[in-house]
């Protein structure tokens, strides 16, 4: 079943800067435990119910051994989530009863989130280039120059044509 259209508007192509009201209107729509959820899936890959409730924990600062430590997703909430999050397509659960993001979620994840993300070992928030979140980037800037009028691309017609090139080179080299 996919209910992307209750999160995410697809006609919106925005390469810069969103504006900051859609984005605070589309995070309350996700509210923020589904947030975290797709998060922390974006950091870690494929982990199942109780790894996530402790990843969400330890992104909140609620330490197990701290004041806060009843203070963190409880399974009454997160596995009810997770459900509800496979049946609207944002994540999917494996086999071995591990959750990952769905493409959809990837996508949805990367437009809310951007390119950061918590460093734990360095113990700060620094940006991040992550290969993944390069490519949904690319992917939304090329639809953004897809919707612009033809002429006002004219003027920049070989610097298009020297990015051409180095993608093509770039996949030559996967070959």
């Known amino acids: 079943m996919e209910n992307h259209d209750q999160f995410h508007d697809h006609e919106h192509h925005d390469p810069f800067h969103k504006n900051i009201n859609e984005m605070i209107n589309e995070m309350q729509k996700l509210g923020g435990l589904r947030i975290w959820i797709m998060h922390v899936l974006d950091e870690n890959g494929p982990t199942n119910g109780a790894e996530i409730m402790v990843a969400v924990q330890a992104h909140t600062n609620l330490s197990p051994n701290g004041p806060y430590k009843n203070a963190g997703p409880l399974p009454g909430s997160i596995y009810p989530m997770l459900k509800k999050m496979v049946s609207e397509d944002l994540i999917n659960k494996n086999s071995e009863g591990q959750y990952n ?42 639809s953004y120059l897809e919707d612009i009028k033809t002429e006002k691309l004219t003027t920049r017609k070989e610097r298009i044509k020297n990015l051409a090139e180095r993608i093509n080179e770039i996949n030559k080299s996967l070959e």
């Open 101 to 142: 993001l769905t493409e959809y979620g990837r996508k949805l994840n990367s437009k809310l989130m951007g390119r950061f993300h918590v460093d734990r070992q360095e113990n700060n928030i620094r940006k991040v280039w992550s290969i993944e979140n390069i490519l949904t980037e690319i992917e939304n800037d090329l």
